[in-house]
């Protein structure tokens, strides 16, 4: 669930004629991913070894008439999935007799069928039996139309996948990335194709190819991976960030949305989006929205009772709860992991406290991604870079959170009081891995990429942490937003109160919900993945020939 699943390489030389058996046979199989750019295919084309395959002269035939045929068949107002369900088994066999044959016998049929459309939709109205014929003709050119309309997509997608093939007057090459476990049954079918007119390697990738990326995750992440893939895809050689992801953004949003009763609404409306998302498979965009969404709602949810109970706020009040929580000690500094109230440390002026919570979190966060980048280095055997670049990045990041918590934020004065004992673990804390990673960066990619990198990690670690501070801005505001329905409705009758409430609540939990999401997403993609993830990845999308496949 962390690491993409293991890819092997397949090359194939098959000759020219048994190409297209070969393609049909892939097809079926639907796990070879073809590659169309690599530095092999460049060396053979540049050495003028192969040629690529020009495009196919009924692509842009195929592509007018699936545009035709989409745009008549939404006139019809005809359900696709109702045919899906219904046909396949003759799809793929009206269109292995030939495509460029089948699109000479589907172009009258279209051009027909719009004919007919067009001239029994004007006297339809006045007229019983064209309303009859017109009816006939929607049912039954649906159905045609739909056959047509699927055939169509397969043979462009045929096409479109020539043209990721090199050759030569009667020979084709073409390589691709297949599942490991998968490559045995694919070396089988390119030889059962080709009747054995074919040379066919399996190889393991190398340190610098970049295979696509598959990733099975329980369908309970899936939003959790939308929000991933939405910054990118993951490479073949990173870690996924969603399973870290799934703990952490729950957590932070929790610590920034808490209330005990807005965090129970956003579990009852999982639960609901759970309980009847089976039920309603066509939902509207909005609905759709949070049917899909009902354990990501759940989980918030969740965390936010959690924060609620930290510091004391349900719906707003801040009696009812009495904040719960502890303090850790680091060096001089008390850190409060809840046990106040935001709104109360705001009359009072002791915002201080959830400043170095906020920061403590950031610290925790960051601290998180670091790892993963050094456990990644490990993994893919980069061992140079995760000494010089991750592993001196993390010594130098966990130095510099420790002394300011132990000095309380005054490291200056550690300097100008020249306590050796202080001064030679400031040295040792945070001088040392920022020489080290200047040296060692600069001895592998040169003086300016090292002072880059170095002066890059320093900056970032100081600016990321303390965008965290947004922790206590959105907490603060939150609490605020939800007590003012409260205050301004003091004195008034019962009614009026119960109805500032729910309007109160519902903004709330609308508005600063949106808020508060749109900010923790800032928050991992930003100061998070910046750490570890680049997010430039190419997805795994196998050659399908398939009833449904677009």
Request: proline share 4%.
């Amino acid at each position: 669930m962390i690491r993409p699943l293991h890819m092997k390489k397949v090359k194939a030389i098959v000759h020219a004629e048994y190409l297209d058996n070969v393609l049909k046979a892939l097809g079926e199989l639907g796990s070879f991913h073809f590659i169309s750019e690599s530095e092999e295919r460049l060396a053979l084309e540049k050495d003028g070894l192969l040629k690529p395959m020009e495009a196919s002269k009924v692509l842009p035939r195929a592509s007018s008439l699936l545009a035709r045929t989409e745009k008549l068949l939404s006139q019809l107002g005809f359900q696709e999935e109702a045919f899906l369900k219904a046909q396949g088994s003759s799809i793929i066999g009206a269109w292995e007799k030939g495509f460029e044959g089948f699109l000479e016998r589907v172009e009258g049929r279209i051009a027909f069928i719009e004919s007919e459309y067009s001239r029994l939709s004007e006297i339809a109205p006045s007229d019983d039996a064209a309303a009859e014929d017109l009816r006939k003709l929607v049912k039954e050119g649906s159905l045609e139309l739909s056959e047509i309309l699927e055939t169509l997509r397969i043979g462009r997608q045929f096409e479109e996948t020539k043209l990721a093939i090199l050759g030569t007057e009667r020979c084709r090459f073409f390589e691709g990335w297949v599942p490991a476990g998968k490559d045995e049954e694919i070396v089988k079918a390119i030889e059962r194709a080709s009747e054995g007119f074919c040379i066919v390697e399996v190889e393991e990738p190398s340190h610098h190819d970049m295979p696509p990326s598959t990733i099975r995750l329980p369908s309970l992440l899936k939003t959790f991976e939308t929000l991933t893939r939405s910054y990118g895809t993951p490479s073949y050689h990173e870690l996924n960030p969603t399973i870290f992801m799934a703990i952490t953004f729950p957590i932070i949003f929790g610590l920034m949305f808490a209330d005990v009763g807005h965090g129970l609404l956003l579990i009852i409306l999982g639960a609901f989006a759970l309980a009847i998302s089976k039920r309603m498979p066509k939902p509207g965009e909005l609905l759709g929205y949070i049917l899909n969404n009902g354990f990501f709602f759940i989980t918030l949810g969740l965390c936010a009772v959690i924060g609620g109970f930290l510091f004391g706020e349900f719906f707003g009040f801040h009696e009812i709860i009495h904040p719960m929580g502890f303090k850790l000690v680091i060096g001089r500094t008390e850190i409060p992991i809840g046990g106040f109230n935001p709104v109360e440390a705001l009359k009072h002026g002791e915002l201080m406290p959830m400043f170095k919570f906020s920061i403590f979190i950031g610290a925790i966060h960051i601290s998180i991604g670091l790892i993963v980048n050094l456990l990644t280095k490990l993994i893919s055997r980069e061992f140079k870079e995760a000494f010089f670049e991750s592993l001196c990045w993390l010594w130098f990041y966990l130095g510099l959170i420790y002394s300011l918590f132990a000095y309380k934020f005054e490291l200056l004065t550690v300097f100008i009081g020249l306590k050796l004992p202080d001064f030679l673990y400031i040295i040792v804390a945070i001088f040392v891995p920022l020489i080290l990673m200047l040296l060692g960066k600069g001895r592998m990619e040169g003086f300016m990429e090292g002072f880059s990198f170095t002066f890059e990690a320093f900056v970032s670690s100081l600016g990321n942490t303390v965008s965290y501070g947004r922790l206590m801005a959105l907490l603060l505001s939150h609490a605020m937003m939800s007590s003012m329905f409260i205050t301004l409705v003091e004195g008034q009758s019962m009614a009026m109160q119960v109805l500032s409430l729910i309007l109160g609540t519902i903004l709330v939990m609308a508005l600063e919900g949106l808020i508060i999401f749109v900010h923790t997403t800032r928050l991992h993609w930003v100061e998070w993945f910046s750490k570890f993830y680049k997010g430039d990845g190419i997805e795994y999308k196998p050659f399908r020939i398939a009833v449904g496949s677009n």
